[in-house]
């Protein structure tokens, strides 16, 4: 159902045993929309999507997730000398919906032969996936999580590494795949990406701010996010904030 609130979280601390390193995180994700995390390395964008994924348990608070979440993952660390097909990687969102002892079989391929159609790759399925570009590679990712049949897709970084084309073509599906009734959540250091969002999440360990762009993202919000260090880009009518230690 458009609107329907796929993930939750009210008061939310998770971390890895120690002291939390996410806390205080109130946000939703609902079907259809686009929410955008923002923060430093080791701001806890990536803890919050292992949250998610039930992988971390939370240590305080309430986190609530309807449905499967596809994992969308950096390609940049994953393995690219595996010989397998872009058909295959698709293929192995299907584990996640089958017993331990059954393997994929025909339907499963037909599944992921299926998504790599939907997100413009049915044409390189028989192509080994560490030859594939970049942005060719995120999309076998996204193809992979379709498979799953997740209503809520989590990429991590994802635009990380891709050339402009590679990259407004996959911001071009993600936003398709929100038009289609999926929520997506983009862990991102783009300002001009998350502006485009429907709504952005500040963290830097807590959370910073939550709502729509043009009410979150000013410069005290930015400040608070990235520890004030920041710089203005020229030519960019003071709008595109990007922080300084990417520079």
Same mark, same amino acid.
């Given at each position: ?5 796929? =993930? ?30 923002? /923060? ?24 609530s997730v309807q449905g499967r979440c ?59 996936? /560490? ?19 997740? /209503? ?88 595109? =904030? ?5 520079h």
């Amino acid at each position: 159902m458009p609107g329907e609130s796929l =993930i939750e979280a009210e008061s939310l601390a998770a971390g890895y045993g120690g002291p939390p390193a996410i806390s205080g995180v109130s946000f939703s994700l609902a079907a259809g929309r686009r929410l955008a995390l923002l /923060g430093p390395n080791g701001g806890g964008k990536t803890t919050l999507l292992r949250a998610a994924l039930g992988e971390l348990r939370p240590s305080a608070g309430r986190l609530s997730v309807q449905g499967r979440c596809g994992y969308v993952p950096q390609t940049e660390r994953t393995r690219l000398d595996y010989p397998v097909s872009a058909l295959d990687v698709a293929t192995m969102g299907a584990l996640s919906r089958l017993p331990w002892w059954r393997r994929t079989g025909r339907a499963d391929r037909r599944g992921a032969a299926a998504a790599l159609e939907r997100v413009g790759l049915g044409g390189l399925a028989t192509r080994t996936f /560490g030859e594939l570009s970049g942005g060719q590679r995120q999309r076998v990712l996204i193809a992979r999580a379709l498979v799953q049949d997740a /209503g809520a897709l989590l990429l991590d970084e994802p635009f990380s590494g891709l050339d402009r084309p590679s990259a407004a073509g996959l911001e071009a599906l993600i936003d398709e795949l929100a038009g289609e009734g999926r929520g997506v959540a983009i862990a991102t250091h783009d300002l001009n990406r998350a502006r485009r969002c429907d709504a952005v999440l500040c963290l830097n360990r807590v959370q910073v701010a939550f709502g729509p762009p043009a009410e979150v993202l000013d410069r005290e919000t930015l400040e608070a996010t990235y520890g004030g260090a920041i710089v203005e880009l020229p030519g960019a009518e003071g709008k595109a =904030i990007l922080p300084a230690h990417h520079h």
